[in-house]
């Protein structure tokens, strides 16, 4: 038992030896995505990052909602009271929009679009959007307006003019699929960052874990910075602020709770950590939404999931950690 368990890691270090780090970015999905791996050699290198970004950028022809031509825009027109089959790719995304679109109340939903876009014109033109504008794009909103057929893979609309946005999850799911392309090529240990969404497979050879630094966008405010040593893993962080528009005293988030159709106002950064992109990436965005308590309560019920919850600002920071986050390795810094 004793010898082979040796054996086993003996190979392991052998082999992790000739290992070189490498990194890329390119830019994808309004953001860059920086990839850094661990290969024999160059060619397998570049051969591993064209296959990894190829992949990020198939993904966004398919989940993009500001590509007039995407999948997701275009099951907008055809699945309107019929069903449409799709890919597994869009069928995933939307599934998992679903299942937490349930599970918080609507806190998180991926039908968001006509207000998401409005807030985004907002943005844009520095203007709040009207009353009447708001209350007509919620009337195109609502995950249940969105049915899913899970046997024979289809997207059907309970009406026209929806728009779906996957913003609050594309890039998670994204990073896992650049990990997947990258283990397929025999790339075992890599991390894909895009911007707040990290995911990551084996630990750096020798290493115990990829160190994540997680602080509060107000990091300025939060006394240490904490690092996390993880590995086969996933973190994700949403701030309300990094995003806004200021108007009538008030800074409004492009992060937009469903029930009211309004930019949040409250200042929150959280930051997820779950064994996939796809959760902790939909989850970051969800737990802004309902908030540090309702946060906390629904990450507590989710095994394997870990949060670090910063609210407020200017003197009146809180930081709380969800039961699973203190007990994550990390080393703690000044
Ligand atoms: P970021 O894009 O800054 O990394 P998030 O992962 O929190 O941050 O995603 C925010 C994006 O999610 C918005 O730009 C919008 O496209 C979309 N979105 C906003 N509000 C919601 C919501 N309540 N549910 C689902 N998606 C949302
Ligand atoms: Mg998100």
């Given at each position: 038992?004793?010898?082979?368990?040796?054996?086993?890691?003996?190979?392991?270090?052998?082999?992790?030896?000739?290992?070189?780090?490498?990194?890329?970015?390119?830019?994808?999905?309004?953001?860059?995505?920086?990839?850094?791996?661990?290969?024999?050699?160059?060619?397998?290198?570049?051969?591993?990052?064209?296959?990894?970004?190829?992949?990020?950028?198939?993904?966004?022809?398919?989940?993009?909602?500001?590509?007039?031509?995407?999948?997701?825009?275009?099951?907008?027109?055809?699945?309107?009271?019929?069903?449409?089959?799709?890919?597994?790719?869009?069928?995933?995304?939307?599934?998992?929009?679903?299942r937490l679109s349930e599970d918080t109340g609507g806190a998180f939903?991926?039908?968001?679009?006509?207000?998401?876009?409005?807030?985004?014109?907002?943005?844009?033109?520095?203007?709040?959007?009207?009353?009447?504008?708001?209350?007509?794009?919620?009337?195109?909103?609502?995950?249940?307006?969105?049915?899913?057929?899970?046997?024979?893979?289809?997207?059907?609309?309970?009406?026209?003019?929806?728009?779906?946005?996957?913003?609050?999850?594309?890039?998670?799911?994204?990073?896992?699929?650049?990990?997947?392309?990258?283990?397929?090529?025999?790339?075992?240990?890599?991390?894909?960052?895009?911007?707040?969404?990290l995911a990551f497979s084996d630990a750096p050879p020798g290493q115990?874990?990829?160190?994540?630094?997680?602080?509060?966008?107000?990091?300025?405010?939060?006394?240490?910075?904490?690092?996390?040593?993880?590995?086969?893993?996933?973190?994700?962080?949403?701030?309300?602020?990094?995003?806004?528009?200021d108007a009538n005293g008030a800074r409004y988030s492009h992060i937009?709770?469903?029930?009211?159709?309004?930019?949040?106002?409250?200042?929150?950064?959280?930051?997820?950590?779950?064994?996939?992109?796809?959760?902790?990436?939909?989850?970051?965005?969800?737990?802004?939404?309902?908030?540090?308590?309702?946060?906390?309560?629904?990450?507590?019920?989710?095994?394997?999931?870990?949060?670090?919850?910063?609210?407020?600002?200017?003197?009146?920071?809180?930081?709380?950690?969800?039961?699973?986050?203190?007990?994550?390795?990390?080393?703690?810094?000044?």
């Amino acid at each position: 038992m004793m010898s082979s368990s040796l054996l086993a890691a003996g190979i392991a270090l052998s082999a992790a030896a000739g290992l070189q780090p490498y990194e890329a970015v390119e830019p994808h999905m309004g953001t860059l995505f920086r990839i850094k791996l661990y290969a024999a050699n160059q060619a397998q290198a570049q051969h591993a990052f064209r296959a990894a970004f190829g992949r990020v950028a198939q993904l966004d022809a398919i989940l993009s909602d500001y590509h007039a031509d995407s999948e997701l825009d275009r099951i907008c027109r055809t699945a309107v009271r019929r069903p449409v089959k799709v890919s597994d790719d869009l069928f995933r995304v939307v599934s998992a929009s679903e299942r937490l679109s349930e599970d918080t109340g609507g806190a998180f939903d991926i039908t968001i679009g006509p207000v998401t876009h409005l807030w985004r014109e907002a943005r844009a033109t520095k203007q709040m959007p009207g009353k009447g504008a708001i209350a007509q794009a919620e009337s195109r909103c609502g995950f249940r307006k969105l049915h899913i057929d899970s046997e024979h893979r289809t997207i059907t609309l309970d009406r026209d003019s929806m728009q779906l946005d996957a913003g609050g999850i594309a890039k998670g799911y994204a990073a896992d699929e650049a990990l997947a392309a990258l283990s397929r090529l025999d790339i075992h240990s890599a991390l894909v960052a895009a911007s707040g969404d990290l995911a990551f497979s084996d630990a750096p050879p020798g290493q115990a874990g990829w160190k994540i630094g997680v602080d509060s966008l107000d990091s300025a405010e939060v006394p240490f910075t904490r690092v996390l040593v993880l590995a086969n893993g996933a973190v994700s962080t949403s701030g309300a602020s990094e995003q806004h528009l200021d108007a009538n005293g008030a800074r409004y988030s492009h992060i937009i709770n469903p029930k009211t159709a309004m930019g949040l106002t409250r200042a929150i950064t959280v930051t997820i950590v779950a064994r996939h992109g796809i959760d902790s990436d939909a989850l970051a965005t969800a737990v802004s939404v309902l908030g540090a308590k309702r946060g906390l309560a629904l990450i507590e019920r989710r095994p394997g999931v870990a949060a670090l919850i910063v609210t407020g600002g200017q003197g009146k920071l809180q930081v709380i950690e969800s039961s699973r986050f203190r007990l994550l390795p990390k080393t703690q810094t000044e």
